[in-house]
Nanobody, 128 residues
Framework: QVQLVESGGGLVQAGVSLRLSCEAS????????MGWFRQAPGKEREFVAS????????YYADSVKGRFTISRDNAKNTVYLQMNSLKPEDTAVYYC?????????????????????WGQGTQVTVSS
């Protein structure tokens, strides 16, 4: 089992930056990739970004490419999502997720079903 705890959400104005953190604990040696997803009211949960636990591969949704950066600190078992130039449409609950090799290689980095473990979510609200 892997436990994930997100932090860093809040209410901000459009144009500013925010950094989310996701600390992992438990069987982290099983993790192959970490991802960030978000869910706005009345919408499906959507992929935002993901990163391999080792190596440098990162993946982004088109809607955040160039504004958001995913990174990790293996020593702290923590993944970050740096969000710049925030827009009102970025308002959502942001979820951290972790996936093992088999699921990721089968379904890819962008699919919800690739990730077995999920955090409780952190609210990000961007006002105009």
């Amino acid at each position: 089992q892997v436990q994930l705890v997100e932090s860093g959400g809040g209410l901000v104005q459009a144009g500013v930056s925010l950094r989310l953190s996701c600390e992992a604990s438990g069987r982290t040696d099983n993790m192959y990739a970490m991802g960030w997803f978000r869910q706005a009211p009345g919408k499906e949960r959507e992929f935002v970004a993901s990163i391999r636990w080792s190596g440098s591969s990162t993946y982004y949704a088109d809607s955040v490419k160039g504004r958001f950066t995913i990174s990790r600190d293996n020593a702290k078992n923590t993944v970050y999502l740096q969000m710049n130039s925030l827009k009102p449409e970025d308002t959502a609950v942001y979820y951290c997720a972790a996936g093992r090799l088999g699921y990721i290689t089968t379904f890819g980095y962008r699919e919800r079903r690739s990730y077995e473990y999920w955090g409780q979510g952190t609210q990000v609200t961007v006002s105009s």
